[in-house]
């Protein structure tokens, strides 16, 4: 991105550009007219103007502050404006609620599929979770009773079934529980996420039962603000749990430059580091990468406090909660964490970064 040049660069300049104008005069007019020279030379190139640019920048960058509900900060102001990639969540890019777009059993009815996956997915509150107990309850689907039941983060959901292991979620961690996924299911899985579809899978055993597609609208608010990102060349990357296909649709549709999918959160956190040390300054809006990102973004509802503070404030507000104050803490350490912001939505953000002081 385009760094804008230091004011004290131009005051150097012009009184270098000033002694060099009063040493013409004084070679060509003798030293009565060399010193009125100098100093008109110098309070003509003064960067007045440039100054008062950069002062109306910074009072606009934090009227925008203020007006996406956050309190300027001038440490991450300078981190804003610095910002050449920007780590997206999938949830940020959704709007509305998902809904069950399609139902795909092998060997079984749909409602023994649903019944299956609303019995794993009981006591898990992830969206789609709630959506496939929602829809089996408005189906009047009798549940089967479990004799134990687990929420994997980031995989899914697991349950033991007349001794028989049930599994709910991404299709590659079902496979590396020893789930069979049938040739027929793995192309239908591929054509869905294609379509843009979130797709998970459901196992019993040794076998995937069936697959359960999700759908959900696109955010336009976020797409314009990708936008305005993109056209700022900064550089947008979406981190997703799920399959690559998927990823890259929902990376087309809203105009995202680059995709990472089907990752751990180590992998990506081992990214964000790599990235790093090649120089990127990084906005992550994506949950679990605080400690990799040089500014964590929290996008909050309307009726939350809005933050904007270095790292020494956020250290110093939390104190309470940690083992460690900002006190005891040392410079290397504090400097290691990033600061924080939190907005309302994701418009105004195209709006901050780039902001020249």
């Known amino acids: 991105m385009?760094?804008?040049?230091?004011?004290?660069?131009?005051?150097?300049?012009?009184?270098?550009l000033a002694i060099a104008a009063g040493l013409l005069w004084l070679v060509l007019e003798g030293p009565e007219s060399a010193v009125p020279a100098a100093l008109a030379t110098w309070i003509a190139a003064l960067p007045v103007p440039y100054a008062l640019a950069c002062l109306f920048?910074?009072?606009?960058?934090?009227?925008?502050?203020?007006?996406?509900?956050?309190?300027?900060?001038?440490?991450?102001?300078?981190?804003?404006?610095?910002?050449?990639?920007?780590?997206?969540?999938?949830?940020?890019?959704?709007?509305?609620?998902?809904?069950?777009?399609?139902?795909?059993?092998?060997?079984?009815?749909?409602?023994?599929?649903?019944?299956?996956?609303?019995?794993?997915?009981?006591?898990?509150?992830?969206?789609?979770?709630?959506?496939?107990?929602?829809?089996?309850?408005?189906?009047?689907?009798?549940?089967?009773?479990?004799?134990?039941?687990?929420?994997v983060p980031h995989a899914g959901a697991e349950a033991l079934l007349t001794r028989?292991?049930?599994?709910?979620?991404?299709?590659?961690?079902?496979?590396?529980?020893?789930?069979?996924?049938?040739?027929?299911?793995?192309?239908?899985?591929?054509?869905?996420s294609t379509k843009g579809l979130a797709v998970i899978g459901v196992s019993l055993g040794r076998r995937v039962r069936g697959l359960i597609a999700f759908e959900q609208d696109l955010s336009e608010d976020a797409k314009a603000a990708i936008a305005e990102l993109n056209r700022a060349r900064v550089k947008t990357v979406l981190f997703t749990s799920g399959s690559r296909r998927y990823g890259m649709a929902l990376a087309k549709a809203m105009g995202i430059a680059e995709v990472k999918s089907g990752a751990s959160p180590d992998d990506l956190a081992r990214e964000l580091q790599l990235r790093k040390a090649r120089g990127s300054v990084i906005a992550s809006l994506a949950p679990g990468f605080e400690s990799s990102a040089d500014l964590v973004i929290d996008i909050a509802p309307q009726d939350t406090p809005h933050l904007i503070a270095s790292t020494a404030a956020i250290e110093a507000a939390t104190s309470q909660a940690d083992a460690k104050t900002a006190d005891e803490k040392s410079g290397a350490e504090l400097a290691a964490e990033p600061a924080h912001l939190q907005l309302a939505s994701l418009t105004p953000l195209s709006s901050l970064i780039g902001c020249p002081r």
């Open 2 to 16: 385009h760094r804008p040049i230091p004011i004290r660069f131009f005051f150097f300049f012009s009184v270098a």
């Open 57 to 151: 920048a910074d009072r606009a960058a934090r009227k925008a502050l203020a007006d996406a509900g956050a309190d300027a900060n001038g440490d991450a102001l300078d981190l804003l404006k610095d910002v050449d990639t920007v780590i997206l969540r999938r949830s940020l890019l959704l709007a509305g609620e998902p809904h069950i777009k399609e139902l795909a059993p092998e060997g079984m009815t749909q409602s023994a599929l649903l019944a299956l996956a609303a019995s794993a997915e009981q006591e898990a509150e992830h969206p789609y979770a709630r959506v496939i107990c929602e829809t089996a309850e408005n189906r009047m689907l009798r549940l089967h009773r479990l004799a134990a039941a687990n929420v």
């Open 164 to 192: 028989q292991a049930l599994r709910v979620g991404r299709l590659d961690w079902l496979e590396d529980e020893g789930a069979k996924l049938s040739a027929e299911l793995a192309t239908r899985a591929d054509q869905l």
